[in-house]
């Protein structure tokens, strides 16, 4: 079983940088296809970045240019580096495996961004 640890989040002006880290238990990490998920106040879970094992990824629009997503199969943990900050990208940011979330959910890291 797969646990799984997101810490980074916190408040930022728009225009900003945050730097999200994911950090997971279980060999079964490095085989899987792993993603960064959302979910703002009132609206549904989204992936908004994936990522293979292979270091392949893959971008919602709205992140494309601005959020890059990366791995450390050896450490087991995977990292959203995000730049150019919008409003709209507050809310509660989670990892699990993509683009099927099989795992359990974590807490989550809260990103807020101020305009």
């Known amino acids: 079983q797969v646990q799984l640890v997101e810490s980074g989040g916190g408040l930022v002006q728009a225009g900003g940088s945050l730097r999200l880290s994911c950090a997971a238990s279980g060999s079964i990490f490095s085989f899987s296809i792993m993603g960064w998920y959302r979910q703002a106040p009132g609206k549904q879970r989204e992936l908004v970045a994936g990522?293979?094992?292979?270091?392949?990824?893959n971008y919602v629009d709205s992140v494309k240019g601005r959020f890059t997503i990366s791995r450390d199969n050896a450490k087991k943990t995977m990292y959203l580096q995000m730049n150019g900050l919008k409003p709209e990208d507050t809310a509660v940011y989670y990892c699990?495996?993509?683009?099927?979330?099989?795992?359990?959910w974590g807490q989550g890291t809260q990103v807020t961004v101020s305009s």
């Open positions: 699990n495996a993509a683009p099927v979330p099989r795992y359990s």
């Open positions: 990522i293979d094992s292979g270091g392949n990824t």
